[in-house]
T-cell receptor
C-alpha cells in the first residue's frame, strides 16, 4: 500500500522568503510523485511531477521538487514566496501506469501555505 | 489543453432527494475518470474509478448504490448521489486521464454539495 505524509498542516512564510513544504512517501514500487495546488473552492492544479529520469523537477510558478529515494522524500520548494502562492498544497503518489495499482493517486493530508507581508 | 469541467459548481438539496453531478473532459477523450470526495480541511479520498463503457470500480467503504457512477462516453462521467442526507454534504471532485498509460490526472473545479 502507498501512503504520503506531509509534515506541517500549516506553514507560514514572509513574502520573498524560501518556501519549503515537506512530503515523504511510502511505496512498494518505484513511485510517481506529484504536487498539486488547490485554491479555495477550486479543484486541483498540477504543479509538477516526477516519473523517471532527472530527480530535480521544475514546475509552474517557480516551484521545484527533488525526488530523494534514499530519504523517500519529495519536498516542494520555491526560492521566493509571493502573496499569490497562498493556497493548499497536496503531495500525491501513484504506481506507474499500467501496473497493478491502476494509477490511483494517494494524497497527503495537505499543507496550508500562508504568505505574510 | 487538458481541461475538465464539472456541473454544477454548487448544489443545495433537501434530504432524500437525488443529485447528479457531471464531469466533462473538454478537449480530450478521457478513457478513465476518477471521483473524489473532500471534507472540509481534509485531503481527497478516492471514491471510484470510472472507465468508459464499463462498470465503475468503487473503493472500499463506498456504497455503490448510494453513489451511482455512469461513464457513458469518452467525455462525460456522472456521479449521482441517491437519497442524499446531510452527511453526504461535501466537496466532490472529478479527474480524468486521456489514456491508460498517462501518468497525470487532470482535475475538475469541484462541486459543493449541501444537503439540508
Amino acid at each position: 500500500a502507498q501512503s504520503v505524509t506531509q509534515l506541517g498542516s500549516h506553514v507560514s512564510v514572509s513574502e520573498g522568503a524560501l518556501v519549503l513544504l515537506r512530503c515523504n512517501y511510502s511505496s512498494s514500487v518505484p513511485p510517481y510523485l506529484f504536487w498539486y495546488v488547490q485554491y479555495p473552492n477550486q479543484g486541483l492544479q498540477l504543479l509538477l511531477k516526477y516519473t523517471t529520469g532527472a530527480t530535480l523537477v521544475k514546475g509552474i510558478n517557480g516551484f521545484e521538487a527533488e525526488f530523494k529515494k534514499s530519504e523517500t522524500s519529495f519536498h516542494l520548494t520555491k526560492p521566493s514566496a509571493h502573496m499569490s502562492d497562498a493556497a493548499e498544497y497536496f503531495c500525491a503518489v501513484s504506481d506507474p501506469p499500467l501496473t497493478g495499482g491502476g494509477n490511483k493517486l494517494t494524497f497527503g493530508t495537505g499543507t496550508q501555505l500562508k504568505v505574510e507581508l | 489543453g487538458a481541461v475538465v469541467s464539472q456541473h454544477p459548481s454548487r448544489v443545495i438539496c433537501k434530504s432524500g432527494t437525488s443529485v447528479k453531478i457531471e464531469c466533462r473532459s473538454l478537449d480530450f477523450q478521457a478513457t478513465t475518470m476518477f471521483w473524489y470526495r473532500q471534507f472540509p480541511k481534509q485531503s481527497l479520498m478516492l471514491m471510484a474509478t470510472s472507465n468508459e463503457g464499463s462498470k465503475a470500480t468503487y473503493e472500499q467503504g463506498v456504497e455503490k448504490d448510494k453513489f451511482l457512477i455512469n461513464h457513458a462516453s469518452l467525455t462525460l462521467s456522472t456521479l449521482t448521489v441517491t437519497s442524499a442526507h446531510p452527511e453526504d454534504s461535501s466537496f466532490y471532485i472529478c479527474s480524468a486521464r486521456d489514456r491508460p498509460s498517462a501518468d497525470t490526472q487532470y482535475f475538475g473545479p469541484g462541486t459543493r454539495l449541501t444537503v439540508l
